[in-house]
């Protein structure tokens, strides 16, 4: 990616992937300013899984429905734990495995396993939801590994069709034990130091306003993310939340990975072109 930013400073909340993130903004000639605005924090999930393993064996073909990388590496680890891992692959052998984008993809072929079903980008609820229409639910068990909260669009639209439905979460988003650094970016966005903010993920817009309004200032770095800054969301689910918030962001790629959303950014800041 060629340098376009001539070092202007962009605010990032990536946590998992923060070098990364942060070294691609620098490539492009701007000044990264990371505060991370997430933890993900297992949860004590043996019980849980050995539980489920036992009705699993009882099922000829259950489907599984992973919606998160990080969940579905966490299934297995428990798995893995609990000695009972061949248990897990043979009942995801036996049934149906859909995914809602590339990470759980990934965590099963890391696992030697190739996933049934995908989700078409960008990878939504709404898009999950139409790759299982090719999937007969009806009286079927059904997996679901959420993502660090549960999904209560997908679980109404998976119970609607009939599912026997067994809801797992492994996992869960928190702020970060050390929120100072949160704290310290609401201070310079409310000085409007930056030229763009950027969002991975739903979860880091609602954290970085939970931390604002800890500090009683929550309209007015809305108001200051309003004031000219560009504003960038991975896809469509993340500027959702931004919307819900009060923010409309200028920036959200096609492709809703972090790259494309950084080279759309970056081609904007570069034009010259102002929030509205």
């Not at 009705?55 to 798995?79: H, K, M, N, Y």
Request: hydrophobic fraction near 45%; charged fraction near 25%; include cysteine.
């Amino acid at each position: 990616m060629p340098e376009k930013l001539n070092g202007q400073r962009i605010a990032l909340f990536e946590s998992r992937l923060a070098n990364e993130i942060s070294e691609i903004v620098r490539r492009s000639g701007g000044v990264p300013v990371c505060a991370p605005a997430v933890r993900e924090r297992r949860r004590p999930a043996g019980e849980d899984v050995s539980a489920l393993l036992d009705e699993a064996a009882r099922e000829a073909a259950p489907v599984f429905v992973f919606s998160t990388g990080v969940g579905t590496t966490a299934l297995f680890d428990e798995a893995r734990a609990l000695g009972r891992l061949p248990d897990l692959r043979s009942a995801i052998d036996r049934g149906t495995t859909v995914c809602r984008g590339p990470k759980p993809v990934a965590a099963l072929h890391r696992e030697g396993i190739v996933a049934k079903a995908k989700a078409q980008a960008p990878y939504t609820t709404a898009e999950l939801v139409a790759a299982l229409s090719q999937v007969d639910l009806s009286g079927r068990l059904v997996v679901l590994v959420h993502y660090g909260e549960r999904n209560d669009e997908l679980v109404e639209a998976l119970s609607a069709r009939g599912a026997r439905l067994r809801e797992m979460m492994l996992y869960q988003w928190e702020l970060p034990e050390d929120t100072s650094p949160l704290v310290r970016i609401v201070e310079e966005l409310l000085q409007g130091g930056f030229a763009a903010a950027a969002f991975t993920s739903q979860i880091q817009a609602r954290h970085l306003f939970e931390i604002a309004g800890r500090m009683g200032c929550k309209e007015r770095l809305l108001a200051a993310l309003r004031s000219g800054m560009v504003i960038a969301a991975v896809g469509p689910t993340c500027a959702h939340a931004l919307e819900e918030l009060g923010l409309t962001p200028q920036v959200v790629p096609e492709n809703p990975k972090m790259g494309p959303m950084l080279a759309e950014l970056c081609d904007r800041l570069a034009g010259g072109k102002a929030a509205p």
